[in-house]
């Protein structure tokens, strides 16, 4: 089963960058596709990017533009780079198995919260 691990979360100014990192272990990683999601305080849990084992990508509406997904199979990391980043970005960010195992629980995220 994969295991996956975030980073990269902070604090930053509104405009600023931060680079997010997903790292994966155990079986299937290189073929898996990932997904990255954030839930803001009182907000349902919702879907910002995903890229395939061959690297094709899909974005929300609301980051289009601002973020890209990619990944280093080699290093078995898959990065989230958020640009031009809006207070209404705060979130706690988690990635994912696409699709994902049943019952397989969350990890604990990443903190990104943009000061205005």
């Known amino acids: 089963q994969v295991q996956l691990v975030e980073s990269g979360g902070g604090l930053v100014q509104a405009g600023g960058s931060l680079r997010l990192s997903c790292v994966a272990s155990?079986?299937?990683?290189?073929?898996?596709?990932i997904s990255w999601y954030r839930q803001a305080p009182g907000k349902q849990r919702e879907l910002v990017a995903t890229?395939?084992?061959?690297?094709?990508?899909y974005l929300a509406n609301s980051v289009k533009g601002r973020f890209t997904i990619s990944r280093d199979n080699a290093k078995n990391t898959v990065y989230l780079q958020m640009n031009s980043l809006k207070p209404g970005d705060t979130a706690v960010y988690y990635c994912?198995?696409?699709?994902?195992?049943?019952?397989?629980?969350w990890g604990q995220g990443t903190q990104v919260t943009v000061s205005s």
């Open positions: 994912r198995p696409a699709p994902a195992a049943p019952g397989l629980s």
């Open positions: 155990g079986s299937g990683v290189s073929i898996n596709a």
């Open positions: 890229i395939t084992s061959v690297g094709t990508t």
